[in-house]
């Protein structure tokens, strides 16, 4: 027989009766808390547990809360859904990065108060249990918790009740404490017996553009209007108030940095250049400078600086490439050949995908002796540096084929020199390195959007981004296009095509981005392949950005839509809805305060006419099925009035190929 | 600019780095790895997980196994099955807490073999490569992985492989390094780049009978056959071959401790007791002792002794009661003041739910200042003490109403002593309350079956119980009656009902249970309540065991069934399958090798003959819908030939209730 406890096992049993109430559950939580959970300023976060203790004591619950830079932890108490759920709402309303937890307690006046009204109904005589209310005010007292003014308050209440007990009258000794007063201030300063605390957990809040933005993507070098001419940022400059009527905010230019000469790529990707080809941007470096300097083709820092100031006048953030791989003439590998892979024979190691061999490029190793951690904060310092020239949105090349490890520990890095810093991930892989990325604290991710035409995986694919685990660090951005991906559908869609992915990218996601050219409905392809013919990447091209045919009105009309409906700005609160014809995606988005939505319907068949019977969401407004919706037809003004579920609507390509109503009760 | 780093945000860096591959998802695991996932001896555990690397390189994973009291880890190797997840199985060979992890690494020489092969086949020069394989190897000489019969032949090839350079055949190079033998050799050798080691999980891996057990419940005062008489330890022995002639193998009395006799209630809960009512047995303790003493009416010490050693010579444990309640006369009321409560008048708490009080139980407070954690340790004594008398099977009574920490600390105690102590947790509480008694170390659990007649409801509850994530850590022991629950069923189903709640109860689950009474059909019911007339609870009964109209050969039959048919073992293979009629529910459980399958149909409706079409699942088999499969009935003993997957059957209640088919291909 043991009758004595070694102080070991004392401790351990110390420790497991310091948490009496069980805190299970706790949602929203990426990985157990390992990464953070992602919302930007004014979003809610409703967190919510399964809470609950033995027996049948009534027990408290609150959520704690530390914002970006405090060591102070807020209080919001929790509300009791159901099911031993409990919830709370916590307003994210600064940048940077948040903690929270959730403490439950056993609450004593609670309890007594829920047994002592029953044992009264019934009739049972109270006495002794008026007599523990004195003490449980006493230790209330005793607890230090509340104001001074509570402290007052429980003074006076302990007076006023000590001199009722005195008096004999049981119900008017019971009144005193059963009223909502005195509820209240024992909310404030009654005991927390066994007060538990659960695990902190992190929480990420984000400028509003890092989870809403609408991105155009320009080569500067081809803004000059003359394929002679090498553009400049000055040209860029010019272009500014046209991106901006056509209602952009983030404006991405591919790398801007010196390009290497060594095995330079030639137009549409030659092996080898002519003296006058200008190379690929991606191929970055030469002896005019690496990652920190500016291709002198294309300006000064001073005129940088003067395309940053304009863009900001414009309402727009200029996003840079942030492309770690380099030329074979960049300074680097003679500055630091020990971050670089050589071979037996002294040659330096090209990036290569087996069989293939990329000359013009060499990878840095993150993980060689001498590059861990010196070639880590360079590379920081090269996202700090164009941070300093005022540059906040950063697009990353191909980030899966570099360590997660580097990309959490410069995010993070960076985020304390300014927290509204955005990092879009420029991931095409697999699902899940997709999402680690997102974890290790990208703001937002390419997606598999380009290859998604058909409606069940449009539906499919949406329902993933807006409802599994991943809504809650992955914020998808949605390129129509880019300089790597012309799509199939695209090459054969003709503008109806081009009016559809510009209605679906708009409308499905927070953030979405055209490469400049899709508003003219560029599609040349490389045959049989997803690239543009002529690309950019490897030649200067001239564009007439006002040419006939373009889809101008149309990005023009859904940016405006965006901005003033506030039913957009909410990524997860897409909802799909019937149509019985599988060439019209139909969905729909709920404003926040319910009382109106938006109904889209995309026609995805860019070739034919298409129609059919549609479900009028009337539940979604608590209606009945033959109930009456207003409606506006946003895309031509019309006024409507629906009645019934069961609707009908046709759309023709040639007209217009999306349908967008506002409904309201 | 920043150039330099703090040794703080440097230390940080270097621990991220150190992170390099991703392990996510492990499954299972309980609440991150707060709770131990459970297994019983012989019962495989797979563990997966996603496991990815940056990039493109080659990686490899194994699954780490510490064994119960073993500091040395075992190495399983994981194998890719899609989409980046990998699994390995775990052998649970041993009783006790086993620990668990993940490492994940990068593998050079596969990444070097991979992309040789490519450049081989893509007629390219492979001599670079061929020399970097050689580095290679002496990097795994230097690894110091592997036997010391490893390094000799790593020494050998090394040494044919150098020689082989100088001869210059690159197809004769490249065919020795690419081979099985130097595969498998550098699998066992090969350095583990950035290699990562996930979070550790507990498994607890109990005694089969923790997750497959028959329960026999029997009140051993009652076991004279005689009103007049009450019943000993002997009387209990005398039962024993009867009891094992059925078939359980846990025999399972109520609290054997004196009864109190303050506030003795009589027969069929009356408030006051005559003075020959024996009382409840929950009322625990006198002056005759408390819970370390046997009420003298039953036995002695060594008489008890003689049961165990009866019990186990007949293949059962005997199952003790751990009920924590106190009469008011218990001996700790005077011994231990400070574990109770008491009132402002100097009395003592009694057991309450507002408005009821129940005065002849007073509980303990584990949480006073004066109770913990003398009492935790007291509570531990107690079932140390019974453990050493041989008890080894602990059925306690409303754990729930006790602290989960309390249970989690008793529980992890008492299994240092002795890993195969089995605890029951008597909890009909809120789901979540009875998940977490099992997540705290609870072995088996009461469950909702009792009050589950319905199809869907069961086809529901069982879903949840053999599908969700509760599978890993919540074992059900399906009781089809209790002393406090005559299930309304019961009261109006006739013999049929209770063919039918046997049937279900033992099939079902792989724990299952009965209260003496049940097999002889007794109903009799408080009027309007599902409680027993004439409890056992107040007073002793006599039963003629053999009476007729017994289900004893039904019994019989579901226990044989149960230990001869393997695929009974594994709780959660159930699958339910399609029979076209509410009353019957349909299932079945493949056998571990996949050759047969035991397939039930069991009458719900126990008043009327039903039937309908069922569907019989060829595709278990891999067999078209046309094929046919052998079956006996093995109620019946009938051979039959079933051919196509639709199917006939029609089940009368008064013939037999339920079919069982061993079907195989």
């Known amino acids: ?396 090349d191909n980030p899966h084929t570099k360590p997660f490890p580097f990309w959490e520990w410069l995010i993070a890095e960076v985020r304390q020199v300014d927290p509204g810093v955005i990092f879009l991930a420029e991931a095409f892989t697999r699902p899940k390195l997709m999402k680690r990325l997102a974890k290790v604290g990208f703001n937002q991710s390419y997606s598999y959007f380009t290859w998604r035409d058909e409606k069940w995986e449009l539906e499919a694919y949406l329902t993933e981004l807006t409802q599994e685990e991943c809504v809650d660090y992955m914020r998808p951005n949605f390129f129509v296009n880019t300089p790597d991906i012309n799509p199939f559908y695209l090459q054969t869609s003709g503008r109806p095509g081009f009016r559809i992915r510009l209605a679906l990218a708009a409308t499905l996601a927070g953030n979405y981005g055209i490469y400049s050219g899709f508003e003219l409905c560029e599609y040349e392809p490389v045959p049989g392949r997803e690239e543009y013919l002529n690309s950019e990447k490897y030649e200067i091209r001239a564009f007439d950005w006002f040419q006939a045919g373009n889809i101008r009105p149309d990005i023009r009309f859904f940016n405006e839509l965006r901005q003033t409906h506030e039913s957009s700005w909410d990524f997860p609160n897409l909802k799909f809805y019937h149509f019985g014809n599988d060439n019209i995606l139909y969905y729909g988005r709920m404003a926040p305060d319910k009382s109106s939505m938006l109904l889209f319907m995309v026609l995805l068949d860019p070739h034919a006419a298409q129609g059919g019977q549609y479900e009028l969401p009337l539940w979604e407004f608590g209606l009945a099925d033959d109930a009456m919706l207003n409606a506006t037809n946003l895309v031509t003004g019309q006024k409507l009035q629906l009645q019934g579920k069961q609707q009908h609507w046709w759309i023709n390509p040639d007209e217009c190929p999306y349908v967008v109503l506002n409904v309201f009760a």
Chains 1, 2 share one sequence.
């Open 1 to 396: 027989m043991k009758k004595s406890l070694s102080s070991a096992t004392r401790e351990k049993l110390l420790a497991l009766a310091a948490n009496r109430i069980a805190i299970e559950a706790v949602a929203p939580q990426v990985d157990g808390g390992r990464f953070a959970v992602k919302r930007v300023v004014g979003e809610p976060l409703m967190v919510s547990a399964d809470i609950f203790g033995d027996g049948h004591e009534v027990i408290g619950a609150a959520l704690l809360v530390c914002p970006p830079g405090s060591s102070v932890w807020q209080e919001v108490p929790m509300r009791f859904v159901a099911n031993d759920r409990w919830e709370a709402e916590l307003d994210c309303n600064s940048e940077g990065l948040w903690h929270y937890t959730i403490i439950g307690w056993r609450d004593a006046f609670g309890t007594w108060l829920h047994d002592t009204r029953k044992k009264k109904q019934a009739g049972l005589n109270i006495t002794l249990e008026l007599e523990e209310a004195r003490i449980l005010l006493d230790r209330a007292l005793k607890s230090g918790r509340g104001t001074r003014d509570d402290a007052r308050a429980l003074k006076d209440l302990l007076k006023q009740y000590g001199k009722l007990l005195k008096s004999g009258d049981a119900g008017e000794q019971f009144s005193v404490l059963d009223s909502f007063n005195t509820q209240a201030l024992l909310e404030e300063t009654g005991p927390r017996d066994e007060l538990t605390v659960s695990h902190e957990l992190p929480l990420w809040v984000d400028r509003k553009r890092a989870a809403f933005s609408a991105w155009y993507e320009l080569m500067p070098r081809s803004q000059s209007g003359d394929v002679n001419r090498h553009g400049t940022f000055d040209d860029v400059i010019a272009r500014l108030p046209d991106v901006q009527e056509m209602g952009f905010d983030v404006l991405y230019m591919p790398p801007i940095h010196p390009i290497g000469k060594a095995h330079r790529k030639g137009r549409n990707n030659a092996l080898t250049a002519t003296a006058d080809d200008p190379g690929s941007p991606y191929a970055i470096g030469s002896d005019e400078g690496g990652h920190d300097a500016i291709h002198p083709e294309l300006g000064s820092f001073d005129d940088f600086a003067r395309l940053i100031a304009a863009a900001r006048q414009h309402g727009m953030d200029v996003a840079l490439d942030f492309a770690i791989q380099c030329s074979p003439d960049h300074p680097w590998i003679r500055q630091h050949p020990e971050w670089f892979d050589w071979r037996p024979d002294g040659t330096i190691k090209y990036a290569e995908n087996p069989p293939k061999k990329y000359q013009d490029i060499v990878n840095v190793d993150f993980y060689r002796e001498g590059a861990l951690p010196s070639l880590w904060i360079e590379l920081r310092d090269v996202v700090l540096f164009w941070l300093e020239k005022g540059v906040r949105i950063f697009r990353v």
